[in-house]
Protein backbone atom coordinates (compact mmCIF):
# COMPACT_ATOMS: atom_id res chain seq x y z
CA UNK A 1 0.00 0.00 0.00
CA UNK A 2 1.39 3.56 -0.56
CA UNK A 3 0.34 5.81 1.56
CA UNK A 4 1.22 10.25 1.59
CA UNK A 5 2.06 12.12 4.26
CA UNK A 6 2.24 16.14 3.90
CA UNK A 7 5.79 17.47 5.22
CA UNK A 8 7.79 20.61 5.60
CA UNK A 9 10.79 21.00 3.44
CA UNK A 10 12.92 17.87 3.90
CA UNK A 11 16.21 18.20 6.77
CA UNK A 12 19.59 16.85 5.76
CA UNK A 13 19.64 13.05 5.85
CA UNK A 14 15.84 12.07 5.42
CA UNK A 15 14.61 13.88 8.25
CA UNK A 16 10.60 14.22 7.49
CA UNK A 17 8.76 16.50 9.74
CA UNK A 18 4.89 16.72 9.10
CA UNK A 19 3.12 19.47 7.87
CA UNK A 20 0.20 20.59 10.15
CA UNK A 21 -1.79 22.10 6.66
CA UNK A 22 -2.43 19.12 3.84
CA UNK A 23 -3.03 21.69 1.25
CA UNK A 24 -0.17 24.28 2.36
CA UNK A 25 2.52 21.34 2.56
CA UNK A 26 6.11 21.87 1.32
CA UNK A 27 6.00 18.27 0.05
CA UNK A 28 4.39 14.83 0.48
CA UNK A 29 6.57 11.72 1.70
CA UNK A 30 5.46 8.99 -0.17
CA UNK A 31 5.78 5.55 1.17
CA UNK A 32 5.23 1.62 -0.28
CA UNK A 33 4.50 0.36 3.34
CA UNK A 34 5.42 -3.13 1.52
CA UNK A 35 8.79 -2.26 0.41
CA UNK A 36 9.90 0.70 2.74
CA UNK A 37 10.20 2.66 -0.18
CA UNK A 38 9.85 6.58 0.30
CA UNK A 39 10.44 9.23 -2.18
CA UNK A 40 9.69 13.35 -1.71
CA UNK A 41 7.23 14.86 -3.97
CA UNK A 42 7.02 18.42 -3.76
CA UNK A 43 3.13 19.91 -3.94
CA UNK A 44 2.57 21.46 -7.06
CA UNK A 45 0.94 24.56 -5.52
CA UNK A 46 4.61 25.72 -5.49
CA UNK A 47 5.02 25.42 -9.01
CA UNK A 48 2.17 27.20 -9.96
CA UNK A 49 2.06 30.17 -6.78
CA UNK A 50 -1.42 29.22 -5.72
CA UNK A 51 -2.29 30.43 -2.53
CA UNK A 52 -5.38 28.04 -2.18
CA UNK A 53 -7.31 25.69 -4.40
CA UNK A 54 -4.35 22.90 -4.71
CA UNK A 55 -6.55 20.12 -3.57
CA UNK A 56 -7.88 18.72 -6.83
CA UNK A 57 -4.33 18.95 -8.34
CA UNK A 58 -2.66 17.43 -5.00
CA UNK A 59 -5.47 14.58 -5.42
CA UNK A 60 -4.82 13.76 -9.46
CA UNK A 61 -1.05 13.35 -8.24
CA UNK A 62 -1.78 10.40 -5.59
CA UNK A 63 -4.34 9.18 -8.00
CA UNK A 64 -1.06 8.63 -10.89
CA UNK A 65 0.71 7.40 -8.09
CA UNK A 66 -1.09 4.86 -6.65
CA UNK A 67 -1.64 6.74 -2.85
CA UNK A 68 -4.68 4.44 -1.23
CA UNK A 69 -4.40 6.42 2.41
CA UNK A 70 -3.56 10.03 3.18
CA UNK A 71 -1.79 10.27 6.97
CA UNK A 72 -2.48 14.01 7.73
CA UNK A 73 -3.27 16.64 11.02
CA UNK A 74 -5.76 19.32 8.64
CA UNK A 75 -7.58 19.14 5.97
CA UNK A 76 -9.99 21.80 4.41
CA UNK A 77 -13.31 20.36 2.36
CA UNK A 78 -12.08 20.88 -0.91
CA UNK A 79 -8.89 18.95 -0.40
CA UNK A 80 -10.81 16.44 1.46
CA UNK A 81 -13.85 16.10 -1.39
CA UNK A 82 -11.35 15.28 -4.29
CA UNK A 83 -9.34 12.43 -1.89
CA UNK A 84 -12.38 11.08 -1.12
CA UNK A 85 -14.23 10.67 -4.50
CA UNK A 86 -10.92 9.10 -5.67
CA UNK A 87 -11.36 6.28 -2.77
CA UNK A 88 -8.18 7.56 -0.89
CA UNK A 89 -8.86 6.87 2.79
CA UNK A 90 -7.90 9.53 5.21
CA UNK A 91 -5.95 8.97 8.64
CA UNK A 92 -5.83 11.90 11.35
CA UNK A 93 -2.18 12.44 13.30
CA UNK A 94 -2.24 13.57 16.46
CA UNK A 95 -1.02 17.22 17.01
CA UNK A 96 2.17 16.63 19.14
CA UNK A 97 3.48 14.06 16.62
CA UNK A 98 6.12 15.64 14.58
CA UNK A 99 8.19 12.82 12.85
CA UNK A 100 7.59 11.44 9.77
CA UNK A 101 8.90 8.18 10.98
CA UNK A 102 6.37 7.99 14.20
CA UNK A 103 3.55 8.87 12.19
CA UNK A 104 4.57 5.47 9.79
CA UNK A 105 4.80 3.43 12.42
CA UNK A 106 1.27 4.38 14.11
CA UNK A 107 -0.20 3.95 10.71
CA UNK A 108 1.34 0.45 10.74
CA UNK A 109 0.11 0.06 14.21
CA UNK A 110 -3.11 1.05 13.47
CA UNK A 111 -3.06 3.74 15.90
CA UNK A 112 -4.56 6.70 13.75
CA UNK A 113 -7.95 7.29 13.34
CA UNK A 114 -10.02 7.88 9.86
CA UNK A 115 -11.21 10.93 9.36
CA UNK A 116 -14.74 11.40 8.42
CA UNK A 117 -14.79 14.93 7.98
CA UNK A 118 -12.49 17.86 7.14
CA UNK A 119 -11.21 19.46 10.47
CA UNK A 120 -9.30 22.82 8.87
CA UNK A 121 -11.29 25.77 9.94
CA UNK A 122 -12.87 28.33 7.45
CA UNK A 123 -10.65 31.07 6.90
CA UNK A 124 -11.67 33.75 4.16
Do not use: C, W
Not at 20 to 31: P, T
Not at 99 to 122: G, T, Y
Amino acid sequence: MKVAIPINRPREGGDYRVSSHFGKAFGFLIVDTESGEKRFVENPRNSLKLTHGAGKLIAQLFEREGISAVLLKEIGRGAFKHLKERGIEIYLIPKEVKEADKVLKMFKERKLAILEAPNEEETH
